[in-house]
């Protein structure tokens, strides 16, 4: 029996260095890599259990690509964590379900906005049911964990926000999970995205 296998491309540009040397060349939106899938000429004829591991190599290349592209906005501090769950103490009560596009930490080169927006009935200072924290990003720095992960830390300080964030990116994916320290700690977790608005593109 001939089996066409099916051909995955993937394409990596990073410029990590040209990254660092010159965040104003940088393009965020554009993609950083990009996955080709190329369909073979003839029908495939494959058993159950390869299309099984041929779906799952699919999927961790698109997981890895996800996490460059992450690691990228990381390091250029162009990105968005858009917020799944959000838990308010250390051992407090999560929030599932809530809006990704009211709940989020924002990084944009200096500028940063923390907010949440719970729903749970009390307009909160911002009036969505949680609280907006606008300032500068302050002391960033990034490093590799031994297992793999990549950990960021900076500061967002502000007339309405005084806090130190700690993002982490767990490996070969775009999940991370950020601690919010000023005042009562909070938790978010969700996918980490490169991100630029209209002002700093």
């Known amino acids: ?23 104003d060349e940088v393009d965020i939106e554009t993609s950083d890599v990009k996955l080709e899938v190329i369909t073979p000429a003839e029908p495939v004829q494959e058993t159950e259990q390869e299309i099984k591991e041929r779906e799952k190599k699919f999927r961790e290349l ?37 809006s990704q596009n009211y709940n989020f ?17 009390y307009p909160g200072s911002n009036g969505l049911g949680g609280w907006t924290g606008k300032g500068k990003v302050r002391h960033s720095k990034i490093k590799y964990m031994d297992n793999g992960d990549v950990f960021m830390q900076f500061d967002v300080v502000g007339s309405s926000v005084n806090a130190t964030v ?36």
């Open 1 to 23: 029996m001939k089996k066409t296998a099916l051909i995955l491309g993937v394409m990596f540009t990073l410029g990590l260095n040209a990254v660092a040397q010159s965040n």
């Open 62 to 98: 698109q997981d890895h690509v996800a996490y460059v592209k992450a690691y990228n906005s990381l390091r250029r501090g162009y990105f968005v964590l858009v917020s799944e769950e959000i838990q308010i103490g250390s051992t407090g009560y999560r929030h599932y379900g809530i």
């Open 105 to 121: 930490i924002l990084v944009q080169g200096e500028d940063g906005i923390i907010q949440f927006a719970l729903n749970t009935g």
């Open 166 to 201: 700690d993002i982490i990116l767990f490996k070969e994916t775009n999940r991370a999970v950020a601690h919010v320290n000023g005042g009562t700690p909070i938790t978010v977790y969700g996918e980490l995205l490169p991100y630029r608005d209209k002002e700093h593109r």
